[in-house]
């Protein structure tokens, strides 16, 4: 793969967040407009904290679009901070002057959470490691781009291949699946998307959201924060996305990876995931019943999640992602200086949120999306989205068509006259090996 590449740059506080896609075909219809829907669909949610009603992400198209389609050359994207004029002088890009630095260190002096410099490390997060990697004593310069926010840049390019899967038939969504140990219940999650889009937490099963919405109070409450589980599926994927020849061509491993990603999750399971262990193999794989309609293969169940050896296999993709609870706490755990090394009662506290689980779920759609963008474009290939399509519409109908019957001995034998022979009901050596 790697027909899609992209790559985000900013800082929580600075100017802006920006991301450049490369490999979009041309004459793709895309607007502002559009990428703001997931923009939107990112900041809400209950549970989230104060930033949110500072910020109005929306992402401004600079390049690679003309009148409103795409040109085929790199897009770039930038999303404005808006909390950046309370943070200029602190996260100015420029050296500081005398007057500038003295200005610092007297709004320090005055107790200025925003000028003081950050070395109390916080538990669980990238403050303690990544100040040593990179040589920094001050935190900020660490907190500043590990933080989640920099995940608005990455919805923002998710909203790019939202539209190049949408031409292909391939739609993407995400739902809460659990928040501090309450889960849904599939026989009761009745809403409709835009029902649960449009819910508190976006929970399809009602009765269960509201069990969540009191966990997410609880840990308010405690000063605490909670994690859950989000559940990203995504429907009109055709067979054989994907490969099994290689480690780096493996779907699984790429959507893995792309998931894991996400700053806040700690573990990623495909349709079943790790409930697999705790069944026998017979009530795990999923029965092929054959071609239906359309030439379509069937399965009788998706335990596997839509893939198979790394591959497609024509059924809804399922992928789930754990979100670990949010590491700066209200009420912040015991740590140590960065300076000094000793202990100290309280780590650094950084506004925050108390659950992220909604959000989590679309900028891990992003995520999905722009690695089946990539994996559709690798195997599809186009410079121009309709030369996609056409290779799409193609490949679909090879697959959906009837299959000549194999001749032991390959085509030499079927042309001295011998029949076509069927296949038995045992593999051979290889297959699980």
């Known amino acids: ?134 040589g920094f004593n001050d935190v900020r310069n660490v907190l500043e781009r590990a933080s989640a926010r920099e995940t608005a840049a990455r919805v923002a390019a998710g909203g790019i291949a939202r539209a190049l899967l949408r031409e292909l038939g391939v739609d993407v969504w995400s739902f809460t699946a659990e928040v501090g140990g309450v889960a849904i219940d599939p026989a009761r999650a009745m809403r409709s998307r835009e029902e649960t889009d449009a819910s508190p937490l976006r929970c399809p099963d009602a009765e269960a959201e509201g069990a969540m919405i009191a966990r997410i109070d609880e840990a308010r409450s405690n000063g605490d924060t909670v994690g859950g589980v989000f559940e990203v599926v995504a429907h009109g994927l055709p067979i054989g996305v994907g490969s099994y020849v290689h480690w780096d061509r493996r779907l699984d491993a790429a959507l893995a990876a792309a998931v894991m990603s996400i700053n806040i999750v700690k573990g990623v399971e495909f349709g079943l995931g790790f409930e697999q262990t705790r069944r026998f193999g017979s009530g795990v794989h999923d029965v092929i019943e054959g071609r239906g309609d359309g030439g379509r293969w069937v399965h009788r169940t998706n335990n596997a999640g839509g893939l198979t050896g790394g591959v497609t296999n024509g059924e809804p993709l399922v992928v789930r992602g754990a979100v670990k609870p949010i590491s700066t706490l209200a009420r912040p755990l015991p740590s140590a200086d960065l300076v000094t090394g000793d202990a100290v009662d309280k780590a650094h506290y950084e506004r925050s949120d108390i659950s992220v689980v909604p959000a989590a779920g679309v900028v891990a759609e992003a995520m999905v999306m722009l690695t089946l963008a990539d994996a559709m474009l690798d195997t599809f290939g186009g410079n121009t989205i309709g030369d996609t399509r056409d290779a799409l519409d193609r490949y679909v109908a090879r697959i959906s068509a009837a299959i000549e019957p194999p001749v032991a001995g390959g085509p030499r034998a079927a042309k001295a006259g011998r029949g076509a022979t069927a296949g038995g009901d045992e593999a051979g050596s290889g297959g699980d090996d």
Not at 68 to 86: F, H, K, M, Q, Y
């Open 1 to 134: 793969m790697g027909r899609l590449r992209w790559l985000t740059a900013g800082e929580s506080h600075g100017r802006s967040l920006a991301v450049t896609v490369e490999g979009v075909p041309a004459g793709m219809a895309l607007s502002a407009e559009a990428l703001g829907v997931d923009l939107a669909r990112r900041q809400r949610g209950y549970g989230r904290g104060a930033r949110q009603t500072i910020e109005h992400d929306a992402a401004e198209i600079v390049s690679g679009v003309r009148h409103g389609v795409t040109l085929g050359s790199p897009i770039l994207l930038l999303v404005a901070n808006r909390d950046w004029e309370n943070w200029t002088r602190v996260m100015q890009v420029e050296g500081l002057s005398d007057e500038e630095s003295a200005e610092l260190a007297e709004a320090a002096a005055d107790g200025n959470k925003r000028a003081t410099p950050v070395t109390r490390v916080r538990p669980g997060h990238a403050d303690l490691a990544g100040a040593l990697k990179y």
